[in-house]
């Protein structure tokens, strides 16, 4: 599915979010709270956006490397960052729940709207903090499910109704059917933020976005 949605998916998710996505992104890249010289890793990159925000903290100093399953993904966002003037920014071929990276080997750790898609996320959460190096940060940006009106409403009906005929517009409607059923798969806040000290990780902490419709959450990995 993400090969065939691959060349359309920096327009859809602006349209999708007019334009807000990139905002998101580079708040949660702020959580990380990198400095020049760090070593960082984004997991289900796609094409490669939150790795951008990513290098941009880092500086030429540090690395960052960007994963995903989709080759398609990974060319768009090698092209990507070349057009930017990152040619060192890396992005490789990874399972995110057998990532193939030694333990503690990165200051940060960030996954952007791919933890819903990961079949199993307690084990994903479990492999992204053993990454980590102690005290590093691992940053968690998704969408969410507002639950009081009029905004659950609006979320209900963009969702539901109007971001599969976007796909269908796209040429991939059954793709982006799936995104409004993994939102409502998805963990709640709170129930991520279990997860996640089910996984290892401590001073666990999330703001919403958009009015409760994007959540960040970010933990350390204490041990």
């Given amino acids: ?81 070349v057009r930017l003037g990152m040619p060192d920014l890396l992005f490789e071929w990874a399972d995110a729940l057998e990532l193939p990276y030694d333990d503690g080997s990165f200051d940060a750790v960030t996954v952007g709207f791919g933890a819903r898609n990961l079949a199993d996320l307690q084990a994903g959460i479990a492999e992204m903090t053993r990454v980590l190096r102690p005290e590093g940060r691992l940053v968690i940006l ?22 599969p005929r976007l796909g269908a517009l796209a040429g991939d409607r059954e793709a982006y059917s799936y995104l409004p059923q993994s939102v409502k798969r998805f963990p709640s806040p709170v129930e991520l933020a279990a997860i996640m000290d089910r996984g290892g990780l401590g001073r666990i902490r999330w703001i919403l976005l958009a009015g409760g419709i994007i959540a960040i959450h970010s933990g350390v990995r204490t041990a």
């Fill in 1 to 81: 599915m993400f090969e065939r949605i691959a060349d359309v998916y920096d327009l859809m998710n602006t349209a999708m979010t007019a334009g807000l996505h990139h905002r998101w992104r580079s708040r949660a890249a702020d959580r990380a709270e990198l400095s020049a010289g760090n070593f960082a890793l984004d997991v289900c990159s796609g094409t490669g956006d939150l790795a951008i925000e990513l290098r941009r903290r880092c500086g030429p100093s540090g690395k960052v490397i960007g994963c995903d399953f989709s080759e398609r993904m990974l060319e768009l966002a090698r092209d990507k960052a």
């Fill in 142 to 163: 998704e969408i969410t499910q507002p639950s009081r009106p009029p905004l659950s409403w609006f979320h209900a009906l963009w969702f539901d109704r109007i971001v």
